[in-house]
């Protein structure tokens, strides 16, 4: 699969951040919400790498705290195998 990303030039505005998503569980315990995240992340990783992409990129999101963002840098696309051209294809 093509993933085309511009050059972080071209669009300054347009960036992607990443964050540890927020899971809100009320009504379990510290185990039972420590076992629901970590199956959240097994989820985001197992979807991530059938779509191509690196599993660094969901262990990078669980790391940064979900009040932040850390923007992805151009470099990272391509380690994580997020894009797989930084120039526009010739074809659709």
């Known amino acids: ?3 085309f990303v511009q050059p972080i030039e071209a669009v ?3 960036r992607i ?3 540890k998503p927020e899971l809100i569980m009320p009504n379990l315990d510290a ?3 420590e076992r629901h995240r970590d199956a959240a992340k097994w989820a ?5 790498t059938r779509m191509g ?5 969901a262990m990078r999101m ?3 705290r979900h009040e932040s963002m850390e923007f992805i840098r151009e470099r990272d696309f391509a380690l994580w195998r997020l894009a797989t051209s930084f120039s526009r294809p010739l074809w659709p």
Do not use: K, Q
């Open 44 to 48: 985001i990783i197992d979807y991530l």
């Open 1 to 3: 699969m093509n993933r």
């Open 53 to 57: 992409a690196d599993a660094t990129l």
């Open 62 to 64: 669980f790391e940064v």
């Open 12 to 14: 300054p505005s347009a």
């Open 31 to 33: 185990a039972a919400a």
């Open 17 to 19: 951040g990443v964050h």
